[in-house]
């Protein structure tokens, strides 16, 4: 069985560009996370999908950063424009239920914003 | 005051000891506990959730949760060199979804 997979392993853009993320999560795994680790800094919660729908997006530091999961398959993270403080590795999880279950962790995306 | 503390350390074992990593958790809404392993460069593993009061126990790893005092515990039994990587405790509330709030991580290390 595939695990969770994240597109582009690293990415390194300007300031003020665009970068989009993408996650493909277990397959029949309903729940999907985003999370971003900036470099010395504990792992932080962006938001969780179940299908298609954001249950929580508490986490989602401002308008620059849009997810979607059109179809309830793969998401997607945009950052657009990019800012310096964005820099970090965003890490995408999924599980096959909420709450008290297993989130597999994809390998993560490095972001550098120059 | 951190949603998750944890002692960033590093901790160091002897192959063998018992190594044993703590954390404390501010909300008392907090649902189910984790811990995962992370190796450099590497994304988490889970090792293991707890959502009860009292002892959970896998292998060589026991997780003690006590609720009245917002703390989880992480024993490793017979530690390894394999062992050796940072530990992360993760706290899961139901926010209408479900929010996952990491610690900073206890780096363990274990001497051969």
């Given at each position: 069985?595939?695990?969770v997979t994240q597109f582009p392993?690293?990415?390194?853009?300007?300031?003020?560009?665009?970068?989009t993320l993408r996650c493909d999560p277990i397959s029949g795994h309903d729940n999907l996370y985003?999370?971003?680790?900036v470099m010395g800094k504990e792992i932080k919660f962006l938001l969780h999908f179940v299908k298609e729908s954001k249950q929580d997006e508490s986490g989602m530091p401002n308008n620059r950063f849009l997810a979607e999961r059109t179809g309830g398959t793969y998401s997607t993270l945009k950052v657009q424009p990019a800012e310096l403080e964005d820099s970090?590795?965003?890490?995408?999880a999924s599980s096959l239920t909420g709450g008290p279950s297993e989130q597999y962790f994809g390998p993560?995306?490095?972001?550098?914003v120059t | 005051?951190?949603?998750?503390?944890?002692?960033?350390?590093?901790?160091?074992v002897p192959e063998g000891a018992i190594a044993s990593l703590n954390c404390t958790y501010s909300d008392r809404g907090s649902q189910s506990f984790f811990w995962y392993r992370q190796y450099s460069?590497?994304?988490p593993e889970l090792i293991m959730?707890?959502?009860?009061?009292?002892?959970?126990?896998?292998?060589r790893f026991t997780a003690q949760l006590n609720k009245a005092s917002q703390y989880v515990s992480l024993l490793i039994r017979d530690s390894q060199p394999s062992d050796s990587a940072t530990y992360l405790c993760a706290v899961n509330m139901y926010t209408g979804g479900f929010k996952t709030i990491f610690g900073a991580g206890t780096r363990l290390f274990v001497k051969a």
């Open positions: 069985e595939a695990g392993s690293h990415s390194v853009i300007e300031k003020g560009q665009t970068v985003w999370y971003r680790r970090g590795v965003y890490f995408c993560g995306t490095r972001l550098t | 005051q951190k949603e998750v503390e944890q002692n960033s350390g590093p901790l160091s460069g590497k994304s959730f707890i959502y009860s009061n009292g002892d959970k126990e896998d292998g």
